[in-house]
């Protein structure tokens, strides 16, 4: 039973175009011209319910998009989409109440009252019961760690600790689908773990559905069971991520730190990303060499003090499929 | 059903009620302007060659609740907020709600403007009803006119925040809320009777003035509170604010559910 169904959506945006320069500027008073831009091109895919769906591809690959018409915000030029039974855009007021968002650039707190009034009014629009609301308001001030900053205006909060603010007024209604666009965005190290972590929380306890767009790789290798890859509006990849390691992560970094030896290195199959006198950094491609046999050639041709083996960062991974599909 | 409205109401009273400095600023302001303006129109009352058809006693009143009522009653009277959630994108939140943001908006417009006004007109009309003549507030001629004009004034009101809605509507299309507001205000001020009270306009102006709805949200309460509107004047004319106001909302419904089926929320 799928939660979220997309079918053959696509949607162009007009976009008015004109060349630099004054002269361009006055022609374009009279005549102005228009490009059309595929921001989305027959995106179709599926979600179970209790999924970490990680949406990511390149910036303006069209994840924002998807997910503004997955919260009834846009609509598409063709296709259908179904959430819970819901065409988002047709039945947007009974449809939101299901569905949680966190834009990451975006703020839906009043900027200059305490972040509780704005609670309380998110509880007055979604009407939200009053036992449900304190419940579900325990349980995020105690995950995001909001109990000192709850009653402060939201003007003197930190990036960190808005948005932390910003995911827990986005689930205050119990919505059984969370859409977040980017909400690591600009966050310190701890602050991400913290929303990582609760992202992570909120999925094992109450089963929520998490859609999440990220640049960071980071997020999505500690939360996302699946990902999506998105590029110039078309999916390219849709399935695990370590299916992803698998099709396309076949290389290995050596770096290794050696007796002074000013011979340069010859592995077949590697390739010297770095090299000085006492150390050097390869690049294994483990479907033409063995990471033992490199290691064993490694060793009889210089006097190796130290050798640490790293697997290709997903980010490489990511930025190699993006050369690969020319995006 | 109501609940949501009222409680964006309520926070925004709230929230505008802590400017206190700026209603003590607003308040110096506004004493300033109305003695310029008193003062301008006794030096025309000096040299009228006929009786206008307003008492300068009854201009002087006008003029002190205009001050004393002006942020119910202006068309400038803005809300930043609402012009940035438009152009920045920040809509995109409230089009994630389940209820209407004509609604929404209309409660925070007129919370703002109640909670401005709840601030500044007490200070200024205590003081002018014991200014020494001929500066004084003169009272309404009978309790009956005051509760008129206080219930004109209401309507009047909530015309007000139906017209400015139209000026956030315009904003999804232009994108600048500039334009929009220098046209709503100044032709907005001039044809409500703030600049001069429509009584005192030639007649032809008048005609004009008449046929447009903005006279119903500031001249009209005011001239009902003087007695220069009769009580039966004042009945029928409440008919014709009823009217003008449920018109002017369901056209800023319509207009704004077509606004917003043509959004685009870029970037992000």
Known sequence: MEVITLNGISKSFLVAKRPSGIKHAVKSLFHREYTTVEALRDISFSIAPGEIVGYIGPNGAGKSTTIKIMSGILVPDSGTCTIHGYTPWLERVPYVKNIGVVFGQRSQLWWDVPVMDSFELLRDIYNIPQAEYRDNLTLLVDTLDLGSIIHTPVRQLSLGQRMRCEIAASLLHSPSILFLDEPTIGLDAVSKIAVRHFIKTINKEKGVTVILTTHDMNDIEALADRILLIGKGTLLYDGSVQGLRGQFGTRRTITAEYRENSNPLDIPGASLLSWTPDRAILSVDTEQILISDAITRLSSQVELLDVTIDTQPIEDIIVQMYKEYEL | MMKPYLSVFRLRISNGLQYRAAALAGVGTQFFFGF????????????????????????????????????????????????????????????????????????????????????????????????????????????????LFLATLL??????????????????????????????SIFGEFFAGLIIPVPL????????????????????????????????????????????LAALILFGKFTMDRALKRVVVQGG
């Not at chain 2, 009209?220 to 003087?226: A, E, G, M, Y």
């Open chain 2, 201 to 244: 306009m030639p007649d032809w102006m008048q005609k004009i003035v008449y046929i447009l709805p903005f006279h119903w949200t500031a001249d009209f309460p005011f001239r009902v509170f003087t007695g220069n509107i009769s009580k039966a004047e004042a009945l029928t004319g409440i008919l014709a604010q009823c009217l003008w």
């Open chain 2, 155 to 184: 309507i009047g009101l909530l015309m007000i925040v139906a017209l400015s809605m139209l000026i956030y509507i315009s904003v999804f299309v232009t994108m600048s809320p500039a334009g929009s507001l220098l046209l709503f």
């Open chain 2, 36 to 147: 310029i303006f008193i003062m301008i129109f006794q030096a025309f009352y000096a040299h009228a060659s006929e009786a206008p058809s307003m008492t300068l006693s009854q201009v002087i009143t006008y003029t002190w609740l205009k001050q004393a009522f002006l942020a119910l009653i202006v068309l400038w009277l803005r809300d930043n907020e609402l012009f940035q959630l438009i152009t920045s994108g920040n809509i995109a939140y409230e089009l994630c709600r389940p209820s209407e943001i004509y609604g929404l908006w209309y409660a925070k417009l007129l919370a703002q403007r109640l909670s401005s006004a709840l601030l500044r007109c007490f200070p200024i009309l205590i003081v002018v009803a014991f200014l020494p003549e001929p500066y004084r507030l003169q009272l309404p001629p009978d309790i009956v006119s005051g509760l």
